[in-house]
């Protein structure tokens, strides 16, 4: 049996168009990666190494922070004190470390951030430009995370 070339030709024109009722196939832009969830509540870090040991509980409620940090070195003075500040856009925590030590009571500014089950904390040169017992960095974009805390059940 021979197919008419006109009807072969009026079938690929019946195949390759499309009716005006069919809407225009368009690429969709690929949406942003949604930024990861925001995990409220309460948490706790710690960090032993020998018979020192640094132990810090976190808040978290929004940007909000709220907290506590003893820091317990051996046989030597330790510091325990609240931890209170924000979450940053980038996600780091600035906190005001508010603390006894030594008989002494010092404010020390904190940064730390959290990454899956540790908490990082930025360690770098601290200074107390007003001389009013409050320490700051030096300059903090200097600083680094070395201080790693893994997290732990909270008493």
């Not at 710690?46 to 020192?52: E, R, T």
């Not at 978290?60 to 500040?85: C, F, H, N, V």
């Not at 107390?128 to 320490?135: E, K, S, T, V």
């Amino acid at each position: 049996m021979r197919t008419s070339p006109i009807l072969f030709l009026a079938a690929i024109a019946l195949f390759s168009c499309s009716s005006p009722e069919e809407p225009a196939t368009t690429l969709e832009p690929t949406p942003e990666p949604a930024p990861p969830a925001v995990v409220e509540g309460r948490f706790c870090f710690l960090h032993a190494l020998n018979k020192d040991s640094t132990f810090v509980q976190l808040t978290l409620a929004g940007d909000s922070i709220t907290g506590t940090m003893r820091w317990r070195p051996w046989e030597k003075d330790g510091a325990t004190g609240t931890l209170a500040g924000i979450r940053t856009a980038a996600g780091e925590f600035d906190l005001v470390y508010d603390y006894m030590i030594e008989g002494q009571r010092q404010t020390e500014t904190k940064v730390m951030k959290r990454e899956g089950s540790l908490l990082w904390i930025k360690t770098g040169e601290l200074l107390d430009p007003n001389n009013d017992g409050h320490l700051r960095y030096a300059d903090v974009s200097k600083a680094s995370y070395t201080q790693q805390l893994a997290s732990v059940p909270c008493p």
